[in-house]
């Protein structure tokens, strides 16, 4: 019987690695968590309201809660600090916390394009910038940014002006950091869902009118289920992407080959 090396499969496991997620109390953050915990990271989760971060943790042995506000640099750093402390390294940082608006342009305020851009697009550099000091110092490291298949296309009739720029920054950053840290060993790309069912998205499997707009403009006509994300993100996280850096990977049921 022929073998392959590396095993294909092993490639995918986490074994002895610590991965950081970033709004991992809910949606497709905690699902996150569970997929990297399940591939055998020890996982460090992050958010703000630490009782959900400890219902997600209570199914996670091992992994620790670090109850952060993305919106304070203060907090971020300490952040990596503690993980550094309690884990010893980094290994993997998944930039998934976010958050947008939905209005027109013409009643958005100044403050709320602020405060987009600061969790979706600052606090990712941030993050990447203290994280990938840690990788860089380790020769190795694997940074997802989680970005949006609305950084490539945009929104409307879903009217989202701040949204779009945050995400279509965080997939020029991510190009940006990868060839910077290239030669470190340490790989940065962006994962780019869909329309799947998250806090922000909350309604659009029940609501007729949402419904109709996904069957009409969707090749594959619904909403991402949360599993259908588990293997894109195993394959940047781990060694499977080993030859991968500065790409985004869209999950979109064929949205944006339109």
Known sequence: MSSLTPDPVQQFRLDNKVALVTGASSGLGARFAKVLHAAGAT????????????????ELPGAIVIPCDLADSVQRENLITQTIAQCGRIDVLVNNAGLGHTLGVEKETL??????????????????????????????????NVASMLGLVGSTPVKQANYCASKGAVISLTRELALQWARKGVRVNALCPGWFLTEMTAGMDTDEGSQRYIAQNSPMPRLGEEHELDGALLFLASNASSFMTGQELVIDGGWTAR
Not at 43 to 58: F, H
Not at 118 to 135: D, P, R
């Open 111 to 144: 403050e709320q394009f602020r405060e987009v851009m600061e969790i979706n697009t600052t606090a990712v550099w941030h993050l990447a910038k203290l994280s990938g000091f840690h990788m860089v110092q380790n020769g190795s490291g694997s940074i997802v």
């Open 43 to 58: 996982v460090v989760i992050t958010a703000r309201r630490k009782d959900r971060l400890d219902g997600v943790a209570a």
